[in-house]
């Protein structure tokens, strides 16, 4: 790990933190600093600043993204100027 250090390396993305707890993310950041962010997916916005707080790391905003992928628009109430198919992800 200190390879990484002597070539400018110190930022850190932890995938699947929901499989292990804040602590272990929080106590690698005191060990070897940086910025850091974790991949917890989850719709409960609380779960993710939990998290967030607990770890000293960010997290990814994905209560957002599933609102983005889910859009309230339909296909019935786009302009008829508009192609159907851009509503579609």
């Known amino acids: 790990m200190r390879a990484t250090r002597s070539i400018g390396i110190d ?3 932890f995938d699947y933190v929901k499989g292990y707890p804040a602590w272990v993310v929080n106590s690698w950041l ?14 409960n916005v609380d779960a993710l600043l939990n998290w ?6 960010k997290v990814f905003d994905f209560p957002l993204y599933y609102k983005w992928t889910r859009p309230s628009i339909t296909t019935t109430s786009l ?3 508009m192609p159907s198919d851009t509503a579609r992800p």
């Open 30 to 43: 005191s060990y070897w600093g940086g910025w850091a962010v974790g991949e917890y997916w989850d719709t």
């Open 11 to 13: 930022a850190w993305r």
């Open 52 to 57: 967030a707080y607990s770890s000293g790391a």
């Open 79 to 81: 302009p008829s100027s």
